[in-house]
């Protein structure tokens, strides 16, 4: 069988380009504090995002046609896909919920930056082994990805927090919600992460036991999403409990997204159960 | 958040386990340490470390057992010790909030009223009563308990949600507990093993993974096929081990199991998770003095007899295409022969090799009559008995996350005063949680009230 380029990839391609038109006018829109080219930016990452799930959908019909049928979410590449989905979704949600404008400087660049390394990979069709065969699959990718997008704007939020206390009034941060409205959104995106990552790594412990009969196993993807876990866990605990919040919190924050792109991708350069991506 | 110094050393052991700073610090401790094992290989055989290690750095793995880490004396500590701390945390703080979570509210008073900073108001020139009764009628509607108080200044009304919530932490950290108990419960009377059954072959025991020591379970399993399919592109797509069940020497039922649907009867789990090939050789050996022949099958690595009770002899490896200087040779056959009378000798026997060329076996010769080969299923066979608890605190975890992250305990406050003339209202809100989404909704409370007062009193001017 040769490797073909399925047509959803190159509609990847295209989504690829326009996230990075709504990065360009995101970025110009908050360093000219025109929430008119923000706002733009918003219409090109929605325009992106139907893209996107249209490519996710088209992806799954041709696997069936392949004879190879399966919900595309199980390899890096498929990964990558759906993480900028329900990156730019959430991003979108927030926006809208919040009234914020320029969140999306931060984070369209992730879903770019996603996009673009999925074009590294290969993105041919490939049938489930047997181990991927089980509906725990897509409960466990989908809600580990929707914990992961939820740290990365997260993440966002945290930098945004920085920049804006760094110099409330500065050129660029001037424009930006106050501080502790970004503290407040950064920590209930945290929550949520936590919360889909909980459930992500839950699912797993279960599928696990029914394909291996061991619900942990101390593999390292599983050890660094508990890492990640226990990051996120002391983030909540101090915030709760030792009322820390702003700078320390938002430091947390982004400690705890390096654990996740290294759960996600470190861990491929390490042997293991998930070796598949 | 105040506490007492307890003095005396329990006391001090106490405040000790109930500290936060103690939770937050395991948490990193575990998070900082468990990178170790996804960098240090785990469970690979000792020769492995010795080629890959120097010897200070070995010295300092087994000091630490960090080629087993997270079953490590220390590791399992660590993981006791945040159990402990959690215990003690959530006894110490439960009570307090149980009080809150089952009082019955605390109703209006002006000091709680005062005490919250951010307050909604309008005024309207309607009587007081009559605004406190419209006020009671939307808060009833919105919230299950709601009070009413008459204080100095005027009317107070009170409403909440979400009370219980307050125990949404207890939730999870019970959750958590349970996971971590379920899985020393599973570490302490589970155990895990495999099983390598050749198709046609019963078998009652597994061997541990760890130890190589044979478990012995309450039932046999006869693999009666193993099968292997493929995708087109020669990925594999299904393992499928079909088995039969025997107790007491008969057969209770046959299943079929594939990865992801193992067999679960009486306790034991039987996944499937490998397979390989064996070899199975008939071989002819032949007494050159008396002409006496006789055929031996045989299974790869197997010891077995030779004949006239001469010694023994194994088939140790088989090539389907054995190469010698340079020629290929057809199928060859590696034999151990143990002649009783006589050094031991390893013989090369060739798949065809006319009788007079075959091979001396001891006082025999051998040559290769049938070859096939033939599957084995690799079985993970497991027991657990910590897994109900496992998934009980799985189920406490997700659900005590959704109670603490998406409800909270919100009180709203709504004081109805003034004279005559000018009835002034004001509305507060105080949430244990999300204090600013429910100051948005205080808000929306109090426009909803100011529309109904409006609206009241257009009725009552064209009333009369």
Redesign the interface.
């Known amino acids: 069988?040769t490797p073909s380029v399925p047509p959803s990839s190159t509609l990847i391609t295209i989504v690829t380009f326009v996230y990075f038109g709504a990065l360009v006018l995101y970025w110009a829109g908050w360093i000219y504090a025109s929430p008119r080219l923000a706002g733009a930016g918003r219409v090109a990452a929605v325009a992106g995002l139907l893209g996107n799930t249209a490519s996710f959908f088209l992806r799954w019909v041709e696997s069936y046609r392949m004879?190879?049928g399966h919900v595309p979410l199980s390899n890096l590449y498929e990964s990558l896909v759906i993480f900028a989905i329900i990156c730019v979704a959430t991003l979108v949600v927030i926006e809208v919920r919040y009234k914020l404008n320029y969140l999306g400087a931060l984070v369209t660049p992730l879903a770019f930056f996603a996009l673009a390394y999925a074009a590294l990979q290969s993105s041919e069709i490939?049938?489930l082994?047997?181990?991927l065969?089980?509906n725990w699959l897509h409960a466990h990718v989908f809600t580990a990805f929707l914990g992961y997008a939820a740290f990365a704007v997260a993440l966002g939020l945290a930098v945004m927090y920085l920049l804006k206390k760094r110099s409330p009034d500065g050129s660029i941060t001037s424009s930006l919600p106050e501080a502790g409205?970004l503290d407040?959104l950064m920590y209930q995106s945290v929550?949520?992460g936590?919360?889909f990552l909980?459930?992500g790594i839950?699912t797993g412990?279960?599928w696990a036991?029914?394909?291996?009969?061991?619900?942990?196993s101390?593999d390292?993807k599983e050890?660094?999403s508990?890492?990640t876990w226990?990051?996120y866990?002391?983030l909540i605990?101090?915030r709760?409990?030792?009322g820390w919040a702003g700078t320390r919190t938002a430091v947390i924050s982004i400690v705890g997204f390096a654990?996740v792109l290294f759960t996600w991708f470190g861990?491929n350069y390490?042997?293991g159960l998930h070796a598949y991506g | 958040?105040s506490r007492k110094q307890e003095s005396g050393t329990p006391g001090r052991l106490v405040s000790f386990f109930a500290s936060?700073k103690l939770?937050?610090t395991l948490?990193?401790v575990?998070?900082a340490t468990?990178?170790l094992?996804?960098?240090i290989?785990?469970n690979e055989p000792a020769r492995f470390y010795q080629e890959n290690f120097s010897e200070p750095v070995l010295k300092i793995f087994t000091a630490f057992n960090l080629t087993d880490m997270?079953h490590s004396l220390w590791f399992t500590a660590l993981l006791l010790l945040l159990g402990v701390n959690l215990v003690v945390c959530s006894l110490r703080r439960l009570p307090k909030t149980w009080k809150v979570a089952r009082s019955k509210g605390a109703g209006f008073s002006d000091s709680r009223f005062a005490g919250i900073r951010h307050k909604e108001e309008f005024s309207s020139k309607l009587p007081a009563d009559q605004l406190a009764a419209a006020a009671e009628k939307i808060l009833s509607k919105k919230f299950r308990r709601v009070k009413t108080a008459q204080t100095r200044s005027g009317t107070g009304l009170w409403a909440e949600r979400g009370r219980w919530s307050r125990l949404g932490?207890y939730v999870i950290h019970l959750g958590f507990l349970l996971t971590l108990v379920g899985?020393l419960v599973g570490s302490l009377w589970g155990f895990?093993g495999f099983m390598n059954l050749p198709e046609g072959d019963t078998m009652d025991h597994a061997f541990l993974r760890k130890t190589g020591q044979a478990v012995h379970l309450p039932f046999a399993i006869r693999c009666e096929d193993f099968d292997v399919s493929f995708?087109?592109?020669g990925?594999?797509?299904?393992?499928t081990s079909r088995l039969t069940v025997l107790e007491d020497g008969k057969e209770a039922f046959t299943t079929d199991i594939?990865?992801?649907?193992?067999l679960r009867y009486q306790g034991i789990?039987v996944?499937?998770?490998s397979y390989g090939n064996y070899l199975s050789a008939t071989l002819t050996f032949l007494n050159p003095q008396t002409g006496k022949t006789w055929d031996k099958t045989v299974r790869i690595r197997e010891m077995a007899e030779l004949p006239e009770g001469a010694g023994r002899f194994m088939v140790v490896d088989f090539s389907e295409a054995f190469k010698h200087q340079g020629k290929t040779m057809g199928p060859v056959f590696h034999l151990h022969v143990f002649p009783k009378n006589g050094r031991p000798t390893r013989i090369h026997l060739i798949a065809g090799v006319p009788r007079d060329k075959a091979p001396a076996a001891g006082p025999f010769k051998v040559l290769a009559k049938d070859w096939q080969q033939r599957y084995y299923t690799g079985l993970?066979?497991?027991r657990?008995p910590g897994?109900g608890l496992?998934?009980t605190g799985?189920a406490l975890?997700?659900l005590g996350?959704?109670i603490t992250?998406f409800l909270y305990h919100g009180q709203v406050f709504v004081k109805v005063s003034g004279n005559k003339a000018l009835t002034k209202v004001a509305v507060a809100g105080l949430a244990n949680r999300n204090q600013?989404g429910f100051e948005l909704k205080v808000r929306s409370l109090a426009e909803e009230l100011a529309e109904a007062a409006g609206k009241l009193e257009k009725h009552r001017k064209t009333g009369r």
């Open positions: 069988m004879g190879a490939r049938p082994i047997p181990a065969q089980s409205v407040q929550l949520l936590f919360l909980t459930v839950i412990a279960v036991n029914s394909a291996w009969g061991r619900y942990w101390w390292p050890t660094w508990l890492i226990f990051i866990a002391s605990h101090v709760l409990v030792k654990a861990v390490l042997s | 958040m936060v939770s937050i948490l990193f575990l998070a468990s990178i094992g996804t960098v290989p785990q997270y932490p899985g895990s995708y087109e592109n990925m594999p797509k299904e393992y594939e990865v992801n649907h193992p789990n996944f499937q998770s993970q066979i497991t657990d897994v496992v998934y799985f975890i997700i996350c959704f992250f600013q």
